[in-house]
């Protein structure tokens, strides 16, 4: 079955680890996107990648970076994790064609202490 | 620039009666608007979308949304609301050009048995 997973659910981290979140579909989408949504509800677009290779960052400054190597892996990486990196991350992929939606993995809820 | 404006951040209905979830967007072009919604701890899971033709459209779990053009609206309807429809509803907009979905601050339906 077609899917986007995120790995892992839930982190809690100490301030200054290195922390990567992962981010796989097995759908062949092109698009991948990285979304940082605060308690407030709202989602801001952090990175996107439209192909192997090719990323671009989002609306929300982040000190984030991310990786897209393969098609289906789109992983995201925080250096030196602090307390305002404290957020729920979302990953969300859809096809290069059309007018498609974005489909949305579960989530990782990452605290920083 | 394109923007999505979500005016309510709680509506409340009694389960049986009719929602609605108001939704207005601006987009530079041709709007294509989504709707989706979030259960607690979940990624966001695609109800609807419009893309072109027919006003109203249809999607899952008995929701459907009214494109209005000269309201620039996109509101989320149900006859019959469930308690089960109690969850986040995000509205989204893309037009083109753009990279990425425009998410809506996003309205919590809360419905009361």
């Known amino acids: 079955e077609a899917d986007i997973y995120q790995t892992p659910r839930y982190l809690v981290i100490g301030t200054g680890k290195k922390i990567t979140l992962e981010c796989s579909q097995t759908?062949?989408?092109?698009?991948m996107y990285w979304y940082q949504q605060d308690p407030g509800m709202e989602l801001h677009l952090i990175h996107y990648?439209?192909?192997?290779?090719?990323?671009e960052k989002g609306d929300l400054s982040s000190e984030s970076t991310v990786s897209r190597i393969r098609t289906e892996h789109f992983p995201l990486t925080l250096e030196s994790a602090r307390p305002s990196h404290t957020s729920q991350y979302l990953c969300?992929?859809?096809?290069?064609?059309?007018?498609?939606?974005?489909?949305f993995g579960p989530g990782t809820r990452l605290t920083v202490l | 620039a394109q923007s999505v404006a979500q005016p309510e951040d709680q509506v409340n209905v009694a389960e049986g009666n009719p929602l609605t979830v108001k939704c207005t967007y601006s987009?530079?072009?041709?709007?294509?608007l989504f709707w989706y919604v979030q259960y607690p701890n979940r990624g966001l899971q695609f109800l609807l979308k419009?893309?072109?033709?027919?006003?109203l459209v249809k999607g899952s779990y008995g929701f459907e949304a009214e494109f209005n053009k000269s309201q620039t609206s996109f509101h989320l309807k149900k006859p019959s609301a469930l308690v089960s429809d109690s969850a986040l509803y995000f509205c989204?907009?893309?037009?083109?050009?753009?990279?990425?979905?425009?998410f809506g601050s996003g309205t919590r339906l809360q419905v009361q048995p």
């Open positions: 969300a992929s859809s096809p290069s064609y059309g007018y498609n939606e974005q489909f």
């Open positions: 759908m062949g989408h092109d698009k």
């Open positions: 990648s439209y192909g192997v290779n090719s990323t």
């Open positions: 987009v530079s072009g041709n709007p294509y």
């Open positions: 419009y893309i072109t033709g027919d006003n």
């Open positions: 989204a907009v893309k037009d083109t050009g753009r990279r990425a979905l425009t």
